[in-house]
């Protein structure tokens, strides 16, 4: 995903171990 924004990074901050991790964060966390 190279959409990864401030959503991205936080996800990634927490653990995320693939991009579907990422998006389903940004999914649930509409910001």
């Not at 990074?9 to 649930?28: F, K, M, P, Q």
Request: aromatic share 0%; net charge negative; proline share 3%.
């Amino acid at each position: 995903m190279n959409t990864a924004t401030d959503e991205g990074s936080v996800a990634h901050a927490n653990g995320s171990r693939c991009g579907i991790e990422i998006t389903t964060v940004r999914l649930e966390v509409p910001a």
